[in-house]
């Protein structure tokens, strides 16, 4: 069985499900996943560690390890995928957001083509619980904003609307307080056509309370 953090790579580092998930959360436009390509995001740690301070690459490693990076023509999509939830989230992001400025500057040319690329970031929340961003507001920039999926939040009816791969996830991922609730999912048709990957990140997930 693959450990958590390999499944949820192996599942959301998908070009389909990023675009799911933009599309169904974020943008009201079709996004093609055919349009996205993977971003390396290796110099936009070297960058980070640039900054200066205690902070080694690896920490930055450890810090973004479910943090997915791809670029369609127009924009970035960021996903950040996380089980826990700490009040430095949103220093955290803008952090990153600010690497992935100033890398573009540095070995992207973006002045030869029109500048720079905007940035949407996606944080989701592979919890049964509701995130307490109250709890974290004071440490929100105060013009800076990202886009959070809590499972808990998210209604029968929309997850009706998602892939069954992704919905499934959802799904599970909300149910996961009550193993009877889940010993049901495991045993239903939706689970059975699931995807191989979705399939290996839900066992994860049940493994790991």
Not at 54 to 72: H, I
Not at 92 to 117: D, H, P, V
Not at 171 to 176: A, D, T, W
């Amino acid at each position: 069985m693959s450990s958590l953090d390999d499944a949820i790579k192996d599942y959301f580092g998908q070009p389909k499900v990023i675009a799911e998930l933009f599309n169904r959360f974020v943008l009201n436009e079709k996004l093609n996943p055919s349009n996205l390509s993977a971003v390396d995001i290796t110099p936009i740690f070297n960058k980070l560690r640039d900054y200066g301070g205690k902070l080694t690459f690896e920490k930055f490693q450890s810090m973004y390890r479910n943090l997915f990076l791809m670029k369609t023509e127009k924009f970035y999509c960021v996903l950040l995928v996380e089980t826990e939830i700490s009040r430095v989230l949103p220093i955290k992001m803008r952090l990153f957001e600010s690497g992935l400025y100033a890398t573009q500057i540095e070995t992207w040319s973006c002045l030869n083509n029109g500048g720079l690329s905007p940035c949407l970031t996606i944080v989701l929340y592979l919890s049964p619980e509701q995130c307490n961003l109250h709890g974290i507001a004071s440490e929100y920039p105060a013009d800076y904003c990202f886009y959070m999926i809590e499972p808990a939040k998210v209604t029968d009816d929309m997850i009706a609307e998602l892939s069954e791969d992704l919905g499934g996830v959802l799904k599970f991922v909300k149910i996961s307080n009550d193993s009877e609730e889940m010993r049901e999912f495991l045993s239903s048709e939706v689970y059975a056509r699931m995807g191989n990957s979705a399939k290996e990140l839900v066992r994860c997930l049940g493994s790991n309370p």
